[in-house]
């Protein structure tokens, strides 16, 4: 693809950088560093089962997001999940049922996938599927979550499957956060965040990267606050623009160059979090990692997608195997026509290609229809 890379390699060494650090981050914890450790041994094993595939021409990546609802109680300004109608007020009777997600959690088990990230809209409001998500005590699941449902059966919940992780949304300090996500947000996850550290609970924080908090956001007065609440990863994202009025919160090529620099020092200045930037670490990875590169999204109703800000789907979990949705003819075309490739102005690729995309889309389902 234009460059000496190999992904499996550089998924397989990021998953077994995080399972490390997170080892290490919980060594004070005996309950969870024994959790920690047990999830290495069984991380090594899906390694073993992606490779065993590779070497039968067959690519595995290890990652999974699965957005588990469309439905969310909140409405975070500039939200591409709202501007795209995939997040909701009321929840649809055509989404997948508890007993569907558990069904592509166990063939995800079987396949080796690692880490399945739950997204939603709100996934908290989906309290059987994360259920069913904790019996599967060999891949992790970071809750991508507004931090609002938290209640004192969640919190049982959590103790009891440390596989699951909160992985809670803030965008700042309180006035960031309360302007793009509503009055009061910000003092109720600073609470969820130190009954969690009460409990002994590892979590982490989801930080959108726009360019009004860019530089808060990194900031060591920020990140104290969170590391002294017992924060273990600060997953960045990017801003992804979908409406002309949101565009002027997406970084820049400057703002880009700031959050890479100072992500690289905190690696190595505070390495008690892990730091994780999106799109920003696929950089290093010679283009973007979705559409089975290194992940690929299933959305609330089962499409099957390149990533969440790609919501492109030909194939659906509902009529074929999670295995069969990964070499779609979608996913496919994305690699073999090279539009994964990172030569595009900045951010996100599939976002900043979607034409491409959609072309790719149309041409398979007009090849589908000759053919039948």
Known sequence: MGRDFDIQEYMTKGVERVVADAVKATLRNPKESAFMAGFAKA???ASRKRRKAETADEHIPPFLIASITSRCNLHCAGCYSRCNHATVDEEPISQLTDAEWLKTFEEADEMGISFIL???GEPMLRRGVIKAAGERKNILFPIFTNGTYMDEAYFKLLDEHRNLIPVMSIEGKKEKTDV???EGIYDRLIANMDELHRRGLIFGASVTATTENVREVVSDEFLDELADRGCKAVIFVEFVPVT??????APGDAEREYLATAIARLRNERPEM???SFPGDEKSSGGCVAAGRGFFHINSHGG???CPFSPYSDVNIKSTSLREAIHSPLFTAL???GVLLDDHDGGCVLYEKREQVEALLRKGRKDINEQC
């Open 43 to 45: 991380a090594a094993a």
């Open 180 to 182: 793009r996500r509503g």
């Open 274 to 276: 892990v730091y994780i």
């Open 335 to 337: 690699q073999s026509e």
């Open 304 to 306: 099957a997608e390149p």
């Open 118 to 120: 739950l997204a939603g």
């Open 244 to 249: 002309e009025e949101s565009s002027e919160l």
